[in-house]
């Protein structure tokens, strides 16, 4: 038995307590009472990023994302044996992997109270043991990281500031944090099963921290499993007893996104659950058991409601495109660019004064900005009803190093932006925007800026919450002084959180005139 967790009874929890509120952010009110708005057109060259994602694989559960039916969210495990074997990609994962991990709980009434809980299992397959490293964690609920609404930057040096789930976690990546409740390694024997994750979704408040608590770690065989067939209820069981829907209430929801970056020194297996909080004799809730998640791997299906089917790039042609939502192994964790002139250049030569350039982030099919370029992880293994690319590359780390030439005579002062144009592939030369923004918020998470101040040339290091809208121009998130024919390097790190909507732009701008009297960017942190 190997223990890597502690845990919390949920036997004590009442079960009337108020409902979490459905996942969102209000606009501002000055935004949310525009009625006219003005579309702005930045003439400046957009170009493609340089570089591309490494080939480490990520597992990817996104699909789902609003879960109401328990059942696999996510499996690599081969299909044979299986009871529903198309539920099962056959991928085994070897050395360096991501895990990744987003999904919403939402009730099937009003009145739901019960806990989702998210189980992760890794098998060895092998006939030696096989050790199973974390080099970093994290996972965080709802709960734990509510939508508040945010300025637009706001500077984040210790990761208090967010904007949901997926913003708390990617800042926490980015950051270097790592929950203590991931074990550093664990060592699972041969044929066995280990329960990574026993993480709860609860549809209602709980008084105590949840992040990703596990109860105890343990490995079990899998044939076991196969030849006991437990049987679990199912949420469609329990659905008889609940209350009928309320058209003027919300249904209670509560999400978790999670990012573990792995290794293995051997090939494994890996699942994602979804599953119902089984009762006790008493009717209380509990968490679920390794058996029990073994059981649901073995013979259930998918976890539902499915979404909607995507539609392929390949041979779309006309009608609206559907992206669809991600299940399945990706390919690449991180994209790293060195921005220059080309390929055999050492520097990147800044704008003329009062002009500027522009690098997409994030792009996806059908919407790359005019430049073609699709940043979209390409897909190893994936169910047939969800995407073919990972959209969105939610989880991912862009490392941007841009070592900018001031080739001038004089002194010029370069401002870097994050923004989030409108759509719009027939416009090359240009980006569009919109005064104001829409309401609706397409970007929300912890970007790093590395540079050279300007005082001692000390090394800068500055964390900025950005926040931002679809078609929102955006404020410079760092501005640099580089003296005559000098150079200044300035580096751009984010982990792509989810919850946002690609893609955005990285824009490199030379001040000139009135501009250098009214730009203003957050206080100097180191």
Excluded: C
């Amino acid at each position: 038995m190997l223990t890597a967790f502690s845990w919390l009874s949920l036997a004590h929890i009442t079960l009337a307590t108020p409902a979490l509120p459905v996942e969102a952010a209000t606009a501002p009110p000055q935004l949310a009472q525009a009625q006219q708005y003005a579309e702005v057109i930045r003439q400046q060259p957009i170009r493609p990023l340089p570089g591309q994602l490494d080939s480490v694989p990520v597992f990817n559960s996104n699909s789902p994302e609003l879960v109401q039916r328990e059942g696999i969210l996510l499996s690599t495990f081969p299909a044979e044996g299986m009871g529903n074997p198309e539920a099962h990609l056959d991928f085994p994962f070897e050395g360096r992997f991501d895990i990744f991990a987003h999904h919403v709980a939402r009730g099937l009434t009003h009145e739901d109270r019960r806990t989702l809980f998210m189980g992760t299992v890794v098998y060895n397959p092998t006939n030696r043991p096989i050790t199973l490293r974390v080099l970093q964690g994290v996972s965080y609920l709802s709960q734990e990281a509510p939508f508040n609404a945010l300025p637009p930057y706001v500077l984040n040096p210790y990761g208090q500031v967010f904007a949901g789930p997926g913003s708390r976690t990617a800042t926490d990546i980015l950051q270097g944090r790592n929950q203590n409740q991931w074990p550093e390694s664990v060592e699972i024997p041969p044929q066995q099963a280990y329960l990574l994750m026993n993480a709860p979704i609860p549809l209602r408040r709980l008084p105590f921290p949840v992040d990703a608590t596990l109860p105890p770690g343990s490995v079990l065989p899998l044939a076991s499993v196969r030849e006991t067939g437990i049987f679990i209820a199912s949420a469609e069981a329990l659905r008889a007893n609940l209350p009928s829907v309320a058209p003027d209430r919300p249904l209670p929801s509560n999400g978790r996104s999670a990012l573990l970056y792995m290794e293995s020194s051997g090939p494994v297996y890996v699942a994602n659950m979804a599953m119902y909080a089984p009762r006790t004799n008493r009717g209380e809730e509990r968490a679920p058991t390794l058996r029990e998640w073994l059981n649901m791997l073995v013979n259930q299906g998918v976890a539902g409601p499915r979404d909607l089917p995507p539609s392929d790039p390949s041979t779309y042609r006309t009608g609206r495109f559907f992206y669809g939502r991600v299940a399945g192994v990706a390919q690449g964790s991180k994209w790293t660019a060195r921005v220059t002139e080309g390929p055999n250049a050492n520097h990147l030569t800044i704008p003329n004064p009062g002009q500027g350039f522009s690098y997409v982030l994030s792009t996806v099919d059908r919407n790359t900005l005019g430049t073609g370029q699709v940043q979209s992880a390409e897909m190893l293994v994936r169910y047939p009803d969800t995407a073919y690319r990972a959209h969105g590359n939610y989880g991912i780390h862009y490392q941007v190093s841009m070592p900018l030439k001031n080739p001038t005579d004089v002194e010029q002062t370069v401002v870097v932006k994050l923004q989030t144009p409108l759509q719009d592939e027939a416009l090359t030369e240009g980006l569009r925007f919109r005064q104001p923004p829409e309401d609706r918020i397409f970007f929300r998470g912890t970007v790093r800026i590395r540079h050279v101040g300007n005082l001692l040339g000390r090394r800068r290091n500055r964390y900025i919450h950005v926040v931002q809208r679809r078609g929102q121009e955006g404020e410079p998130l760092v501005q640099v002084r580089i003296p005559p024919q000098a150079d200044s390097l300035v580096e751009v790190d984010l982990i792509y959180p989810p919850d946002a909507t690609p893609p955005q732009v990285l824009t490199v701008k030379t001040l000139g005139g009135t501009e250098l009297a009214g730009v203003t960017v957050p206080a100097e942190a180191d």
